[in-house]
């Protein structure tokens, strides 16, 4: 086990780069390519047309700091929050049937998100190097006695 410990930063880094990557793919197009022609959609699913510039900034720039592992708990927030919407909105009113078929790609990236949010970006990361490996031990004080 003590084996699979030392993996953690690589596992992190591995988690980072597979979700910023899938992240950008999906963002990218949402930017740069046909914004317009996805605003239709945003729209049937009781959204406002212009969050897909919304969700196409979390999507391509958060997925671009995961993979530098930058203000990753942040992005990591972000998108977590961005696919619990696309669940609740998208997915969830397809009914129980249409449901277990494709709800799971976002349940997973929303987990994956929430689970960089909540540990971090690792050792191999922007993050470790400019704010170091995370909180220091409480200094110790002596009790007047």
Not at 58 to 68: D, K, Q, W
Not at 102 to 118: D, I, M, S, W
């Amino acid at each position: 086990m003590q084996s699979l410990e030392q993996l953690k930063p690589i596992a992190l880094l591995f988690l980072r780069v597979a979700l910023g990557v899938v992240f950008i793919s999906h963002g990218y197009p949402k930017l740069f390519a046909h914004p317009k022609d996805m605003m239709p959609f945003f729209e049937h699913v009781g959204l406002p047309g212009y969050f897909v510039y919304l969700a196409g900034v979390i999507e391509f720039f958060g997925g671009s700091i995961l993979i530098l592992g930058l203000f990753t708990r942040i992005a990591g927030s972000l998108i977590a929050i961005e696919m619990c919407v696309a669940l609740w909105k998208v997915h969830f009113p397809m009914g129980p049937i249409t449901v277990t078929k494709n709800y799971e790609f976002p349940l997973v990236l929303c987990a994956a998100a929430f689970t960089l949010a909540t540990v971090g970006a690792g050792m191999i990361s922007v993050d470790h190097l400019i704010f170091g490996g995370g909180r220091k031990a409480p200094r110790k004080t002596k009790a007047i006695e």
